[in-house]
């Protein structure tokens, strides 16, 4: 007996389990999967007891006529117990159907599995079967359900692959290529159409695993196909662009039979490749066909100005605007007739090339008193300053320190300064405030005007936003006076406005040109103006707002630095209306009409110096050493015409100065310090001395179309915008360091030339006047106007006015100003600048 339970237990603990299996035995405890019925010869199976209901129930009827006492209990015995024993045997015998029916499906899908010969077993015992092992059953049916839902689960697997593989086939059909089936793939397609039912569950799974390669396989296809299609289509683009710029197909161009060899390849990786590598060759080619169209583009517009003063005729100047400047063989061709031209009217005309003596010259301007000669202008001694320091603080008298933090905690700032302003009433203003689009692009909210909201950004607003005032360098007298009487012992006071109150933007120098509209990239000049609403009806400060015995509290000094910087925008008001009288009531250097800025630019009088009247560096004496009416005649006729030209179209009868001495002042901060700095060396601000005696401004075209900043021109998150136009460089003691950005640049003779942009890496030793070893550093600048047109990097500078570019005639090329932002937002509105309207 206990050796034939041995073996049963032996033979269970050998049965493995699916995990699926064990996940539904597990529901019954110790309950072996198969087990047979004991029996006394280890080979005989015990058949099922006889079932004695019928035989009761024919005793109960036969004892019910003898023995009618016992009717009641007997009645209820006879009719209880084989009513449950019906009902449980039909049970039973559902579920033997219900295994059988499983056995057979599970038989016919699984041709081996590990648990066929015990079950086989168990099957071929069911005749007799003992009910009360019905556990056995359950356990059985479980593991058969199993494997049922194995087989259901890898049909639905198929048809999701067969359904992929449809699509996949779909995709690759309406792609318009031709694509080449391979034998593989063909005969999985026509075997999807069979009924997975009739198949086995290894039939099955080999179908399967044959439907995963396939689909592999053409999703691969699919995302060469697009590859090559794109790449296609970049081909065609960047050939048919290089077809129209050179009139031809050259070898680079020939790219067929490799198109026609990937589609051979069913697209293959590698072949693909090599496509790409042609895009890359034609790209280079494109660049290095843009290059040289540029470059002769360049030569040809001198050429013709050369052409137009020696012939006096408009007839190749009127050719060339009418020519595809895109196409290199056409500009080569017209280059070529160019320079016959040239050449034959610098033969009939030898006369106009030949170096005049002094007296020929002098001869040629009294026979000719309409032609021009340059002379520089010298400052007049009236209005000059009387020291370094005076200019310093003219400068800081318009001039606030801007501070904000964003949500994020993230600070920043710069230096800004009054430009304009207008009067509303009596003490309500508009203040348009001059700092660096790189400063200004930060200031962003979402009541910004369409054209300048950033939608990206209002994710991280700004919390807090300040303007700050330096009340120790001051020349104002009511600030200096309250310093003292109210013991401010502070060097900078501020006050913090609102989100809504503070300065919203009124123009940035972004886009401003037609070749820079509706570009992939931003273009910006580093100008920005702002617009701060402001009620000045608070008094001014007085005697009796410096009671010394009142008990100082955070009130009353929030209140304090609050006066200071309401004194400051009204000092800075006095003094801007101060400078616009000064300016218009004297006719000023580098300025024409009475403008309140340099309207005449550095790149002007240099392109004048350098081009026409020649002069170069000799030894000590640079190229913006003095010029006078003597010397800054041209040597030849040509040469003296085509000065004349260029200073009646850039500088009319105004007034002009290349070397100036040049000023600024603003606000650096240094590890969230703030300091007040300058371009003066200290031992020279109570004087006029500069031992440094380099005050010109070279300009420098090489930024223009380039990411000159690694950060602070983004716009609305379309990462760092590219410059637009000239920057100039000078010559500084001190450093500029971040926050003076913005800063006012002004000349000797209190004109504002520009704004301060950055600072060049590095520093230069240099001996001084007074033989002392300084170091100097490189600032930049931006100026507000451009005269002529520069073809740099790619993307021609045209003439433009940051401030007024309204006349058209002057620059046809600008859409948009500051006067424009003005009258598109207040067209009605009269500025200080533009007081009979803007």
Not at 1 to 23: R, T
Not at 189 to 215: P, R
Not at 599 to 611: C, G, K, V
Request: net charge neutral.
């Amino acid at each position: 007996m206990f050796k034939k339970k041995f073996k049963i237990l032996s033979l269970l603990a050998a049965i493995p389990l699916s995990l699926s299996a064990v996940s539904c035995v597990n529901k019954i405890v110790d309950v072996p999967i198969i087990k047979t019925v004991e029996t006394k010869e280890d080979n005989e199976i015990s058949k099922p007891k006889e079932d004695n209901t019928n035989n009761l129930e024919n005793e109960n009827k036969n004892s019910s006529s003898q023995n009618q006492g016992n009717v009641n209990n007997t009645n209820r015995e006879a009719n209880n117990l084989p009513n449950e024993t019906n009902n449980k045997n039909e049970t039973n015998e559902s579920k033997i159907e219900t295994f059988k029916s499983l056995y057979s499906f599970v038989s016919k899908k699984f041709e081996n599995y590990n648990e066929k010969q015990n079950l086989d077993s168990f099957y071929n015992s069911l005749d007799s079967f003992d009910f009360s092992n019905i556990e056995t059953l359950d356990a059985n049916i479980a593991l058969l359900k199993n494997y049922e839902n194995k087989f259901k689960l890898k049909k639905a697997e198929i048809e999701n692959k067969k359904q992929t593989f449809l699509n996949l086939e779909n995709q690759i059909k309406v792609s318009e290529v031709t694509y080449n089936f391979s034998n593989e793939i063909n005969e999985i397609k026509n075997s999807l159409n069979q009924d997975l039912d009739a198949l086995s569950y290894e039939k099955a799974d080999e179908l399967n695993s044959k439907l995963e390669q396939a689909n592999i396989i053409l999703n691969l296809a699919n995302e060469n196909i697009k590859s090559f299609k794109t790449i296609k289509t970049e081909l065609n683009s960047l050939k048919n662009d290089v077809i129209l710029k050179v009139n031809v197909e050259d070898s680079e161009l020939n790219f067929d039979s490799l198109i026609n060899e990937v589609q051979q390849s069913n697209f293959d990786s590698e072949k693909l490749e090599v496509l790409n590598k042609k895009i890359e060759a034609l790209k280079a080619k494109k660049v290095e066909l843009d290059n040289s169209i540029n470059t002769l583009k360049e030569d040809i517009s001198i050429k013709l100005q050369e052409y137009k003063q020696l012939s006096n005729k408009n007839d190749l100047e009127s050719e060339f605007n009418s020519l595809n400047q895109n196409n290199l063989n056409d500009l080569k061709s017209f280059n070529n007739k160019l320079d016959s031209e040239l050449n034959k009217e610098k033969q009939k005309d030898s006369e106009n090339n030949r170096v005049l003596s002094a007296d020929e010259i002098e001869h040629f301007y009294a026979q000719n008193p309409s032609l021009k000669s340059y002379s520089d202008s010298d400052i007049s001694e009236d209005v000059k300053l009387k020291t370094n320091k005076d200019y310093f603080l003219n400068i800081l008298s318009r001039s606030f320190i801007l501070n904000w933090i964003f949500q994020d905690n993230r600070t920043t700032g710069g230096t800004a300064w009054l430009l304009d302003y207008a009067k509303l009433d009596k003490e309500h203003y508009k203040l348009f405030l001059a700092t660096n689009y790189h400063v200004a692009v930060d200031l962003y909210t979402d009541q910004d005007s369409q054209r300048y909201l950033q939608t990206e950004r209002l994710n991280n607003p700004i919390k807090y936003f300040s303007i700050g005032v330096d009340t120790v360098n001051t020349s104002s007298e009511e600030i200096k006076k309250a310093k003292n009487q109210w013991r401010f012992n502070k060097q900078y006071a501020y006050r913090f406005f609102t989100p809504q109150a503070m300065p919203k933007v009124l123009f940035l120098a972004q886009n401003f040109t037609d070749n820079t509209q509706n570009k992939e990239n931003n273009y910006y000049t580093d100008f920005a103006v702002l617009e701060l609403d402001i009620d000045l009806t608070e008094r001014a400060l007085t005697d009796n707002d410096f009671n010394n015995s009142m008990p100082v509290r955070n009130s009353r000094e929030t209140n304090t630095e609050w006066r200071f910087v309401l004194e400051q925008l009204k000092y800075a008001v006095k003094k801007t209306d101060e400078y616009y009288t000064k300016i218009k009531g004297n006719s000023k250097i580098l300025n024409s009409k009475n403008e309140a800025y340099a309207t005449i630019s550095f790149d002007t009088l240099e392109y004048l110096r350098r081009n026409i009247l020649n002069i170069r560096q000799e030894g000590s004496s640079p190229i913006f050493r003095k010029i006078d009416n003597q010397n800054g005649k041209a040597n030849t006729k040509r040469k003296i015409n085509e000065l004349s030209i260029a200073i009646n179209e850039y500088i009319g009868d105004n007034k002009y100065l290349y070397k100036t001495r040049y000023y600024f002042a603003g606000f650096p901060n240094e590890n969230n310090n703030i300091s007040t700095s300058n371009n003066i060396l200290d031992t020279e601000l109570n004087s006029l001395l500069d031992s440094i005696n380099r005050p010109v401004l070279f300009s420098d075209s090489t930024y223009n179309n380039t990411v000159a900043a690694n950060r602070g021109t983004e716009f609305n998150k379309k990462g760092q915008s590219k410059l637009y136009g000239l920057i100039y460089r000078g010559i500084s003691p001190k450093q500029v360091i971040g926050g003076m950005s913005g800063s006012m640049l002004m000349d000797s003779q209190g004109l504002i030339l520009g704004i301060l942009w950055g600072q060049k890496p590095g520093s230069n030793s240099f001996l001084t006047n007074d033989n002392k070893n300084i170091k100097i550093y490189t600032p930049t600048f931006v100026q507000f106007v451009q005269q002529r047109e520069i073809q740099s990097n790619g993307l021609t500078i045209y003439p433009y006015n940051l401030i007024d570019g309204s006349d058209k005639n002057k620059y046809p090329h600008q859409v948009y100003s500051y006067r424009e932002a003005l009258k598109e937002k207040h067209p009605n509105l009269k500025t200080r600048m533009f007081d009979k309207g803007v």
